[in-house]
């Protein structure tokens, strides 16, 4: 096992005042909000860069002039309708980049942790069925010098799955959502396989309705927007801050 970063620090060794830039995001209340307010911005710019947000007036016109005339030429539409499995993959990834900025700004890990390491073997098992509060990954171990930087030994290089995230009561619980929220973001989770599984039948009651884009907007602009805005202000980076979606 690597030595501990406090020995590294006590030691001098080159190298030991530098940390892994993925597990940055466990060591201060600075570094977790500024990771949370980059993967809110993801989120946010993913959703921004779909037909469905960014073109919504021109669609609603275009639907409006279908109705009248069946054969009025819909640009619009017919551009949504060809690149839809695009679209859906970017709204599934707007989606689960916020939930895993919503886990991170409570303090939970949202990397998985390392089933093979015997160490954090309970950890990940109980990972499957509940959030991971960081405090209960330092409390098993802290970060590790390896001779170039120091690290998280027993976190993984990849995200809590999207599945995971949605489909566990444990995890709905600590995001937060309403259930009606939740529905419409497992829709898109589900659309956004489709860019790999063409073709598969899935019910998507949940998301044919009128309003779908007034609670699409409101969501995005009380969750993702007004908590990027509002942890930009406490960290001092007013760039940053996000304008609120109108439709």
Do not use: W
């Amino acid at each position: 096992m690597f030595i501990t970063y406090e020995e590294a620090r006590m030691n001098g060794l080159a190298g030991s005042d530098v940390f892994q830039y993925s597990h940055l995001v466990y060591k201060d209340d600075l570094n977790r909000n500024g990771v949370v307010i980059s993967l809110n911005r993801e989120a946010y710019f993913a959703f921004q860069d779909t037909i469905l947000l960014s073109q919504y007036h021109e669609l609603k016109m275009e639907s409006q002039r279908r109705q009248e005339d069946i054969f009025a030429l819909c640009p619009t539409i017919r551009k949504r309708s060809q690149y839809i499995n695009i679209e859906n993959l970017k709204m599934g990834i707007g989606f689960e980049l916020h939930l895993k900025a919503r886990l991170l700004k409570s303090n939970y890990i949202i990397h998985n942790i390392n089933s093979h390491d015997i160490t954090f073997k309970g950890l990940s098992k109980e990972q499957k069925r509940r959030p991971i509060l960081k405090d209960e990954y330092f409390n098993i171990d802290g970060y590790r010098f390896n001779g170039q930087r120091n690290v998280l030994v027993g976190l993984m290089e990849q995200s809590i799955n999207f599945d995971l995230l949605l489909n566990k009561e444990e995890y709905n619980r600590c995001l937060n959502l309403t259930d009606d929220m939740r529905s419409i973001i497992d829709g898109y989770r589900k659309l956004r396989n489709r860019i790999h599984l063409p073709g598969d039948v899935i019910d998507m009651k949940n998301l044919n309705r009128d309003n779908l884009m007034e609670i699409l907007v409101e969501f995005i602009n009380k969750e993702i927007v007004q908590t990027t805005n509002s942890l930009a202000s406490e960290c001092g980076l007013e760039k940053v801050r996000l304008k609120e979606l109108i439709i």
